[in-house]
């Protein structure tokens, strides 16, 4: 069972069933009769979000080939038309901004709903990639086909010597920033200092800048100026979990580049790819560095242990998280990998144990937090409410600790199920949790709005296919919402099997 399952589940249990079509049900299913599939199960919703996702795709791509104007025009024309949807409008905000359309992004966030979830994101990406003032409408196309020369075209030298030359583009901090990244990424690192210290002057508040700045301090072997500019970075708190993963990953970024052990440099360099997103190649960095580490092995099989587990191999997990432990009891990543895979065998014992280890080793939430479920696994719900409460009080926008809460506090799903929405608007499970929420209370036209938003992550999650099939089936198209249990059959028998339709 794949971590996102058992956090699905999670909130599975506390929204309970509904409709006629129950999730798990005690009596004995009904085979679903298994006719040819066809087109029909909600097409409308299909065609527009397949349509919209092409349309983004080739945007994206006329922008990392250089053709930035045409790549503006299609996500103008995709903003203008696009219908509410706060999910959408954020998703297209945060790459507008990565890419200095910040005209496009200001377009969404005026049309976003004024609420927690869409105030804590609006803020991370502003306080992250927005400059001091809106860039000119005559120089915004420009400096974005400045970045998208320097970052994807290498293009890095001809394009600041441009940046440099240009005296009708506006002077502003966002122009020294593309100037220093154009210098970084050609090497040259004394003039890239100089422009980004010019653009932090300028406007002190954009983390982007001063992630730069750590980089070319670490890359210029000055790491006490580079460990300096982390912890000024640190110190800017990011709510959603997008920006705190950019937080973390040049963290590990820069102690890579300052570490003086090989060992421990691909320690740090694997960390950083793994957070992001690129787990295989961690693990090929660490795996040639186990030989040559003996000293460091504990360290770097407890990472391994934590990235196979996170990367749903329990098996390969479990082997290094217990080769780690073998060598030094105190590696935190190892125990608290033992603990997570004790819990999710159902060994509550033994996971309570590793646990209560990990929490000694750490001040991070994991283990708080798998204490507190461990002991509603065992029945003792008294401490596990208690515990669940004095960890809300400290942290009410941890992502794990409000879906793993809602089994104590069911009643609470509408408020935590929308929290969690506001730090991972990727969460899928959260939207599917949310459709349930929406349909319970017989909200259905809310229900799809959060499968669109499900879809749009994942359009083959069997999960999606069982919630729609209630939504058709509360609009009264029953053919429909049974073709949709048939695509949730094909994706997924064993939960189907389970699905007692009427």
């Not at 869409?118 to 400096?143: H, Q, R, W």
């Not at 793994?274 to 770097?300: E, F, R």
């Not at 749009?456 to 069997?462: A, K, V």
Request: net charge neutral; proline share 2%.
């Amino acid at each position: 069972m794949t971590r996102t399952m058992r956090k699905l589940l999670i909130i599975l249990a506390a929204v309970g069933a509904f409709s006629n079509i129950s999730v798990f049900a005690d009596t004995p299913a009904k085979p679903l009769n298994l006719r040819a599939e066809t087109n029909t199960v909600n097409m409308d919703m299909v065609i527009k979000d397949n349509f919209v996702k092409a349309k983004f795709a080739s945007a994206e791509n006329r922008f990392l080939q250089g053709n930035v104007k045409a790549s503006h025009d299609d996500f103008a024309d995709l903003v203008s038309r696009a219908v509410h949807d706060d999910y959408v409008f954020l998703v297209y905000g945060i790459k507008m901004a990565e890419y200095g359309f910040f005209d496009l992004s200001e377009q969404l966030f005026k049309r976003l709903d004024a609420n927690t979830f869409t105030a804590n994101y609006v803020k991370d990406i502003k306080k992250y990639y927005y400059p001091s003032g809106m860039v000119e409408p005559k120089d915004l196309i420009y400096y974005a086909d400045a970045y998208s020369s320097i970052v994807y075209n290498n293009m890095a030298i001809e394009t600041t010597s441009e940046l440099l030359n240009n005296s009708n583009a506006t002077e502003s901090d966002y122009k020294n920033y593309l100037i220093a990244l154009g210098f970084y990424k050609s090497n040259n690192l004394q003039q890239a200092l100089k422009y980004i210290n010019n653009a932090i002057v300028q406007n002190d508040n954009n983390t982007n800048y001063k992630i730069l700045k750590a980089k070319i301090l670490a890359d210029s072997n000055k790491p006490k100026q580079a460990v300096k500019m982390l912890k000024e970075i640190n110190k800017t708190e990011f709510l959603t979990i997008d920006f705190q993963d950019k937080i973390r990953a040049v963290n590990e970024y820069v102690e890579y580049k300052i570490a003086k052990d090989e060992p421990l440099k691909d320690y740090h360099l694997s960390y950083y790819y793994h957070l992001q997103g690129k787990s295989l190649l961690a693990t090929k960095v660490l795996q040639a560095s186990i030989l040559q580490a003996k000293q460091y092995a504990p360290q770097i099989f407890a990472l391994l242990s934590r990235i196979y587990y996170e990367c749903d191999e329990p098996l390969k997990a479990q082997e290094f998280a217990q080769r780690a432990f073998k060598e030094d009891k105190n590696q935190y990543l190892a125990v608290l990998t033992l603990a997570d895979i004790n819990y999710d065998e159902r060994k509550y014992e033994d996971a309570l144990k590793y646990y209560k280890s990990a929490k000694k080793l750490s001040k991070e939430n994991e283990a708080s937090i798998g204490i507190a479920k461990t002991y509603l696994a065992m029945e003792n719900t008294k401490k596990s409410k208690k515990l669940y409460e004095k960890l809300l009080k400290k942290e009410h926008l941890d992502e794990d600790l409000l879906v793993n809460s809602l089994k104590v506090f069911p009643q609470r799903a509408d408020d935590y199920l929308a929290r969690v929405a506001s730090v991972d608007i990727s969460n899928n499970e959260i939207w599917l949790g949310l459709a349930g929420l929406a349909l319970k209370d017989g909200n259905v036209s809310m229900a799809e709005t959060f499968l669109n938003n499900s879809y749009y992550i994942d359009e083959n999650n069997f999960k999606y296919y069982y919630y729609l099939s209630l939504v058709l089936r509360a609009k009264g198209n029953i053919e429909q919402s049974n073709q949709s249990l048939i695509r949730c059959s094909r994706l997924d028998s064993d939960y189907a099997s389970k699905v007692n339709l009427d």
